[in-house]
T-cell receptor
Framework: GAVVSQHPSWVICKSGTSVKIECRSL??????MFWYRQFPKQSLMLMATSNEGSKATYEQGVEKDKFLINHASLTLSTLTVTSAHPEDSSFYIC??????????FGPGTRLTVL | AQSVTQLDSHVSVSEGTPVLLRCNYS??????LFWYVQHPNKGLQLLLK??????LVKGINGFEAEFKKSETSFHLTKPSAHMSDAAEYFC????????????FGTGTKLQVIP
């Protein structure tokens, strides 16, 4: 299957700082990528849909100014958590959709905000 | 609207015994259905998918699932559990047609007892 990578795999930051997470489709082009958030022992919740060359579509209740998404190329989407606070600590997972409508998931990024 | 219900949040089986993880869905039309596995602090791996072809779907690692429209179910089974099967399992539904968003179930944690 296709491979999606995320970087970093884990990050610890101080409250008030910003953190950028990268999501890359390694062997295919993805016009659409998705960002999910997963709290401990819970399911994945869709945060936003990232479309190459256009603005991301955010789910209800997700602050677009706090979670900045940039899908600058067909293989890269970035999620920036701005002014991070401890409640933003979570597991962030991206996925990329192929031209055949298959969705592949990245390995996730563990964010801890102190 | 679509939804997916995983009836058990936690399932415990002995090594070598059968595994049954239950999933029921609700969808206006015949959806696509998926099972994903997530090991601790890892991303999601696709086990199998149903996309309106054969109702009995075989996946990786000996898992299979049967789509039963009359029961709106897509239960995941494996004849003999292995220690490495211990993980979180997610049932996922996607409506038909075009590029639709997926909806995740709440997950079932499988524990395998030696």
């Amino acid at each position: 299957g296709a491979v999606v990578s995320q970087h970093p795999s884990w990050v610890i930051c101080k409250s008030g700082t910003s953190v950028k997470i990268e999501c890359r489709s390694l062997d295919f082009q993805a016009t659409t990528m998705f960002w999910y958030r997963q709290f401990p022992k819970q399911s994945l919740m869709l945060m936003a849909t990232s479309n190459e060359g256009s603005k991301a579509t955010y789910e209800q209740g997700v602050e677009k100014d706090k979670f900045l998404i940039n899908h600058a190329s067909l293989t890269l989407s970035t999620l920036t958590v701005t002014s991070a606070h401890p409640e933003d600590s979570s597991f962030y997972i991206c996925s990329a959709r192929t031209e055949y409508n298959e969705q592949f998931f990245g390995p996730g990024t563990r964010l801890t905000v102190l | 609207a679509q939804s997916v219900t995983q009836l058990d949040s936690h399932v415990s089986v002995s090594e070598g015994t059968p595994v049954l993880l239950r999933c029921n869905y609700s969808s206006s039309y015949s959806p696509s259905l998926f099972w994903y596995v997530q090991h601790p602090n890892k991303g999601l791996q696709l086990l199998l998918k149903y996309t309106s072809a054969a109702t009995l779907v075989k996946g990786i690692n000996g898992f299979e699932a049967e789509f039963k429209k009359s029961e709106t179910s897509f239960h995941l089974t494996k004849p003999s559990a292995h220690m490495s099967d211990a993980a979180e399992y997610f049932c996922v539904v996607r409506p038909p047609g075009g590029y639709q968003k997926v909806t995740f179930g709440t997950g079932t944690k499988l524990q395998v007892i030696p």
